[in-house]
């Protein structure tokens, strides 16, 4: 591949060899080490191809051999540049294509996030748009190490960044902190308990750190205490003396019921479709659409396909140019009723699809009491979804006073 560019920039042509010694000829072209190639005979005589650096030196061999070199055709940038020398107009629009892309090599096309879960793309490129930093920005205006410091500082989720920049693009790599996701400890020197977030059934308490306050079993309610960061210091006696405090630490869960309610109307607008399909082609830049053809596709009912296409050079190097492609797929509205198997079904596809959002949440499904009704117009389910899930938020823990010492009164000793 890199050959044939390189021939193409010199430049070759295809010659044809005729005369009194041919084979004389290509002999003395090996011993002065001049390359040709695709060497092809044709009765008597040879065609070939050599480059026209390499052409320019045959001249002494062919009156030495008595040979006739006819170039049949030229290939490559030099005879292309001469064919066309007189058309300046082409060249200095060339040359002003040229210019453009130098142009737009200097901003910032395409933005590529790669790592991220729970922070979803958009809040990224919201984020660099409040910070000047999004599409269209001059490459020289960003510091990938102060951008990468910015981040870890904007996502508390966020203990990892990478940005790089290559040709127009700008890649940001995201690490997350998703095995602390549920509530990072406190650090900020004071002490904590971990107290319940909702009313539940101690499932499993495994404690690490504070005085746990409960066991498996134990029925508790939004906001009591679960493990106390507060240690009791006992002295010989069994008095409390002092107290130490302490950030709780434990691994806490509890079986917990989540109330589910879903409604939807058996009647709804079924869309039919026709079989008639119309596109519509556009190209943007900075905002602006150029639509091809321009006319609307005249269906009055149409759902519509978009798929964008962003023009690049190479796998870096983006330009602020996309190719836009809109399907139009016609249908007619007709007035649907639900079977009460089909409303069964979708309420059912309702569930699944909450008890799906409840397992991103790192919640276990333990029981489904979920009854499907259906009346003339509406289909309902309600019911109740028992779960284990942790149920530990932190609270700061009360300070109290060290209980003054018992000083005991003196046995015998005759005050009268």
């Known amino acids: 591949m890199l050959l044939s560019i390189i021939k193409f920039f010199r430049g070759f042509v295809c010659v044809r060899l005729s005369g009194y010694a041919p084979e004389r000829f290509l002999n003395l072209c090996g011993n002065r080490d001049i390359v040709i190639w ?9 065609e070939f191809y050599i480059s026209v650096q390499a052409f320019r030196t045959l001249r002494p061999i062919a009156k030495k051999t008595r040979t006739k070199l006819v170039v049949k055709k030229r290939f490559g940038f030099p005879f292309w540049l001469h064919r066309y020398r007189r058309r300046k107009l082409f060249f200095g629009g060339i040359l002003l294509f040229f210019l453009i892309l130098i142009l737009l090599s200097q901003f910032i096309w395409n933005i590529e996030i790669n790592g991220n879960s729970y922070i979803t793309d958009e809040t990224v490129l919201a984020y660099l748009k409040e910070q000047d930093l999004s599409f269209g920005t001059p490459k020289k205006k960003i510091d990938a190490e102060k951008l990468e410091e910015s981040f870890r500082m904007a996502f508390d989720d966020v203990i990892w960044t990478s940005v790089k920049i290559s040709g ?3 890649t940001i790599d995201l690490q997350e902190n998703i095995k602390n996701k549920e509530r990072e400890r406190p650090n900020d ?25 409960i066991t498996a079993g134990t029925q508790v309610k939004k906001g009591d205490v679960l493990i106390l960061g507060r240690l009791e210091i006992l002295g010989d006696g069994g008095e409390v003396t002092n107290y130490q405090y302490c950030v709780s630490d434990a691994d806490i869960t509890g079986v917990t019921t989540y109330p589910y309610e879903d409604s939807f109307p058996l009647a709804y607008e079924k869309k039919v479709p026709t079989g008639n399909v119309k596109k519509q082609y556009a190209i943007s830049a900075f905002g602006y659409y150029l639509f091809i053809p321009s006319l609307s596709h005249g269906y009055e009912h149409a759902e519509k396909y978009t798929s964008e296409y962003q ?36 309420a059912a596809s309702h569930l699944l699809t909450y008890l799906e959002k409840l397992r991103e949440k790192d919640v276990q499904i333990i029981q489904k009491n979920v009854m499907i009704e259906i009346d003339e117009k509406n289909c309902r389910a309600s019911g109740n979804i028992t779960v284990k899930e942790k149920i530990g938020t932190y609270a700061p823990t009360e300070v109290l006073a060290v209980p003054a010492p018992e000083i005991p009164a003196d046995e015998g000793i005759n005050t009268q």
């Open 311 to 346: 023009i690049h050079i190479c796998s870096d190097f983006y330009l602020p140019f996309y190719f836009e492609t809109n399907e139009y797929r016609e249908y007619v509205p007709e007035d649907g009723i639900y079977k009460e198997s089909e409303a069964k079904e979708l």
């Open 168 to 170: 127009t693009k700008m």
């Open 38 to 46: 695709n060497l092809e005979r044709d009765g008597d005589d040879y």
């Open 189 to 213: 020197g004071k002490a904590y308990d971990i107290i319940a977030e909702k009313d539940a059934v101690i499932d499993t308490v495994i404690t690490r750190q504070g005085a746990p306050q």
